[in-house]
């Protein structure tokens, strides 16, 4: 159980996680250090301390028992992807889509803020824009849900 009004999905356990590289790592991205990618979950040049790096495709589920009211995060593609890369950032609640991003290619982010009320089953997706997944380092920088009672 978590107590406050904040918790950050990446501290949180998840029912399902998968990625489509570098694994499945919370607050740090997961590729092996031979890559020389670095740990750091960038995006558009902004840090995020906390987050779920979600290289395409991937899909995290959480259990949220309908006892949050909103989510939050910034999406976007890690810095250093490629050019051509492009990531598509999906929010589904109890099987019915709350959020889609627009088609971001680096260094574009997207702020979502959604209403999350009565939501048992949160389940974020991402995927990609292009027919490849080279490089498309999506990540949910600072995903978070919030109680507003």
């Not at 990446?10 to 607050?27: F, H, I, M, N, Y």
């Not at 890369?85 to 627009?102: H, Q, T, W, Y």
């Not at 982010?109 to 959604?114: A, G, Q, R, Y």
């Not at 995927?127 to 498309?136: N, V």
Request: with cysteine.
């Amino acid at each position: 159980t978590v107590e406050g009004e904040t918790c950050h999905l990446s501290d949180a356990k998840w029912e399902k996680a998968e990625s489509g590289w570098a694994g499945t790592p919370r607050d740090r991205w997961g590729a092996d250090p031979v890559y020389g990618q670095g740990l750091f979950l960038d995006i558009a040049g902004k840090l995020h301390e906390k987050g779920l790096p979600a290289h395409c495709p991937a899909e995290h589920v959480f259990a949220t028992a309908g006892k949050w009211d909103r989510f939050q995060a910034t999406v976007g593609l890690r810095d250093g992807a490629a050019d051509s890369a492009r990531a598509i950032f999906i929010v589904n609640g109890d099987g019915k889509e709350l959020f889609r991003s627009a088609q971001l290619p680096p260094a574009k982010t997207e702020e979502v803020d959604i209403d999350i009320s009565g939501v048992k089953s949160l389940r974020l997706l991402t995927e990609s824009g292009q027919e490849s997944t080279h490089t498309c380092w999506a990540v949910w920088g600072s995903a978070r849900v919030i109680r507003e009672k």
